[in-house]
Each structure stands twice: as structure tokens, then as C-alpha cells.
């Protein structure tokens, strides 16, 4: 059974700090993917990574994939109240063909304080 | 831009009754999925659609859980006896894109998410 852990669970940080939440995971996948979910909101996509060493970077944020050590990371740079969320990272083990589940780590929920 | 639609936001009912959900995924995907998500847990697959057909399914999707696709654009998802821990948000999400080709990766588009509260 695939079991995918974010660590840490709890943040609470100020902002300009630089800091990373971890997403580990327990089967090989080489497709991982975080989302960001406000309070009573949808799941919003925020990034696709699909190879080992895949590295994307979306504005103060950034995800990379290392599918050996079965571990990603999304690192948020001088963070900001307005990103004050709860972020998931999902793991995708089907074969790519589409019509395959997610499975969702437990999120991290952030706080960012001024 | 394009996005998932659901209905109701909001269902209240008794327990033991049948409840159905609605959804209408992005007009040119081809895959459709629910998940559901007990207040302040994580985000747990149900079932995933293809093709007018189960692809895969999790535990949690028992015999009181069905799924159809009635028309060509809505998708819903039917619980035939509500039980108190059914109690959810229930999103619906879609991926892929028109012309028969697989795809490499499977980026899931959310809907708002459809709050039942089984009482």
C-alpha cells in the first residue's frame, strides 16, 4: 500500500523566512504533484513534476522531485501572509495512462504571520 | 478559463437515505474522478471514471457507492444508504483532453467540493 507522509504537518513562520515542507513517499512513482487548498475551498494544482530531478518554480514557491530517494520538497522563498494555506503533495503510481487515483499525503498547513 | 463545476455545495440528510452528487467536469476531459475529505483530514480517493466505466476504485468505494454518467457532460455520484460517516466534502476532479492519445501524466483538476452532512 502506497503511503505518502508530509512532515512537517504544523507550520507557523514570519514572513521573509525561507522554509521547505517535505513529501515522502513509499512507492516508486516518477509523477507527483502538490496542490494548494485554502480554508473551505477547492484543491488548486500547483505543480506537475514527472522525472527525477524535475524542478519547477512558481512565483515564491518551489517544488523538485528526486524519484531515488522517493522525495519531494517545496521550498517557499521570503514567504508572504498570502500564502497561508495547506499544502498536499499526491503521488500518482498507475501506469500514465490516465483514470489513475491520487494518493494525498496528510497536508501541511501553513501559517505565515507579518 | 475552464473549471469543474458541483452541486449542491451543500447537502444535508437523514441517515439511511440516498443522496446523489452532482457534478460537470471541463468539457474536453476524458477522465473523471471523486474523492472525498473528512473535515480537517486528508484527501482520499474513491473511484475514477473512463471510457462510461469504473477504472479504478478504492476501499472506500463499498457497494452503497455508484457512479454514472448519465449525459455528455454531467457526472454524479450516488450513495444509496447514508451512514453518520459519510459526513464529507466530496470532490469531484477531471483530467486529460480529447484525442485518443494516452498521456504521460494525469494532472487532476478539483472542483468547489460538495459538503454532505449526515445527520
Known amino acids: 500500500e502506497l503511503k505518502v507522509e508530509q512532515n512537517p504537518l504544523f507550520l507557523s513562520m514570519q514572513e521573509g523566512k525561507n522554509y521547505t515542507i517535505y513529501c515522502n513517499y513509499s512507492?516508486?512513482?516518477?509523477?507527483l504533484y502538490w496542490y494548494r487548498q485554502d480554508p473551505g475551498k477547492s484543491l488548486e494544482s500547483l505543480f506537475v513534476?514527472?522525472?527525477?530531478?524535475a524542478v519547477k518554480q512558481e512565483g515564491r514557491l518551489m517544488a523538485s522531485l528526486d524519484t531515488k530517494a522517493r522525495l519531494s520538497t517545496l521550498h517557499i522563498t521570503a514567504a508572504v501572509h498570502d500564502l497561508s494555506a495547506t499544502y498536499f503533495c499526491?503521488?500518482?503510481?498507475?501506469?500514465?495512462?490516465?483514470?489513475?487515483?491520487?494518493?494525498f499525503g496528510k497536508g501541511t498547513h501553513l501559517i505565515i504571520q507579518p | 478559463e475552464p473549471e469543474v463545476t458541483q452541486t449542491p455545495s451543500h447537502q444535508v440528510t437523514q441517515m439511511g437515505q440516498e443522496v446523489i452528487l452532482r457534478c460537470v467536469p471541463i468539457?474536453?476531459?476524458?477522465?473523471f474522478y471523486w474523492y472525498r475529505q473528512i473535515l480537517g483530514q486528508k484527501v482520499e480517493f474513491l473511484v475514477s471514471?473512463?471510457?462510461?466505466?469504473?477504472?479504478?476504485k478504492s476501499e472506500i468505494f463499498d457497494d452503497q457507492f455508484s457512479v454514472e454518467r448519465p449525459d455528455g457532460s454531467n457526472f454524479t455520484l450516488k450513495i444509496r444508504s447514508t451512514k453518520l460517516e459519510d459526513s464529507a466534502m466530496y470532490f469531484c476532479?477531471?483530467?486529460?483532453?480529447?484525442?485518443?492519445?494516452?498521456?504521460?501524466?494525469?494532472?487532476?483538476?478539483f472542483g468547489p467540493g460538495t459538503r454532505l452532512t449526515v445527520l
Open positions: 476532479a477531471s483530467s486529460g483532453s480529447v484525442g485518443g492519445v494516452k498521456f504521460s501524466y494525469n494532472e487532476q483538476f
Open positions: 512507492t516508486t512513482s516518477d509523477r
Open positions: 513534476l514527472l522525472s527525477n530531478g
Open positions: 499526491a503521488v500518482d503510481i498507475g501506469s500514465g495512462g490516465g483514470a489513475d487515483g491520487l494518493t
Open positions: 468539457s474536453n476531459h476524458l477522465y
Open positions: 471514471f473512463y471510457n462510461n466505466e469504473i477504472s479504478e
